[in-house]
């Protein structure tokens, strides 16, 4: 009988634990963790990300501030603000909320946070640290999916596990994250051929694509662990994600829902990050 991997549930434990460490950190240095997160331009879902972000920095016991600028903010002027959060001694983590805007590249203002205080763990310096297996900022949805296997006592040791998509953001990062904890780890991309027969010998299979249904429910392995990173709106304006739940729920021993599984992680990361973050700076 399958069980579902529920990430509001979870998630809502990582907050308790982050603001048990924010209360602590508050009580020793006079200050709470500083998240400070940068949005440009109005788009409508970057809009509601960070108001969720802030709202739940707050409750956290985290000091959350935005700093919203107009969409035709110059790479100067957006530089400029990120080093001045760089040089703040108060501030722990930096966020900017991405894509920007077509005139900006995400990966050059990416490269002006200070890598200590990337709590999006996207900064190829934190890259490197776990490319190289050591202790660092890493990035949030991957980290949720990671503690999502262990709340379910998932040991990807000796496992096969399946990455679907090969992203800077989700993708590659769990695949290392994955290989890190001995799983046997396959990278299947855009023009991975066989995609059934991949996702039928492994064991944990994490979908992050962003295509409604790809991963049909009978290739699952029976007994497997399915997480489905990918958020996909149908016509209908329903969420759904890359894996066919239907299908696969007959066959896999765990799988995480669209929406409730991993999306709710991922902003408890990014408050567990911060508090990492306030306290690797102030040791
Ligand atoms: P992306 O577009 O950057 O990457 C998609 C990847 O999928 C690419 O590497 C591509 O090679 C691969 N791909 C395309 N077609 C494929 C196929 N047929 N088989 C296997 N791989 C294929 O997307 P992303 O930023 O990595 O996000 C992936 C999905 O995860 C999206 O739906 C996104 O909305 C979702 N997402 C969710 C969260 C969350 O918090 N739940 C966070 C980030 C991303």
Known sequence: MVQLIDGKALAKEVRAEVKT????????????????????????????????????AAKAGIEGRVHR???????????????????????????????????????????????????????????GLLVVGRKGLRPCTPSGCMRMLEHVGCDPKGKRALVLGRSTLVGKPIALMLLEKHATVTIAH?????????????????????????VQGDWIKDGAVVIDVGINRLDDGTLTGDVDFDGAKDRAAYITPVPGGVGPMTIAMLLSNTVDAAEARIM
């Open 21 to 56: 460490r924010a209360d602590a950190f508050r009580a020793t240095h006079n200050r709470s963790p500083g998240l400070h997160v940068v949005l440009v331009g109005d788009d409508p879902a970057s809009q509601v990300y960070v108001r969720n972000k802030e709202r739940a």
């Open 69 to 127: 600028l107009p969409a035709e903010t110059s790479e100067a002027d957006l530089l400029a603000l990120v080093f001045e959060l760089n040089g703040d001694d108060h501030i722990d983590g930096i966020l900017v909320q991405l894509p920007l805007p077509d005139h900006l590249h995400d990966q050059s203002i990416v490269d002006a946070i200070d890598p200590a205080k990337d709590v999006d763990g996207l900064h190829p310096f934190n890259s």
């Open 190 to 214: 855009s023009r991975t051929e066989d995609l059934a027969e991949r996702v039928r010998e492994s064991d944990i299979v994490i979908a992050a694509v962003g295509r409604a249904n790809l």
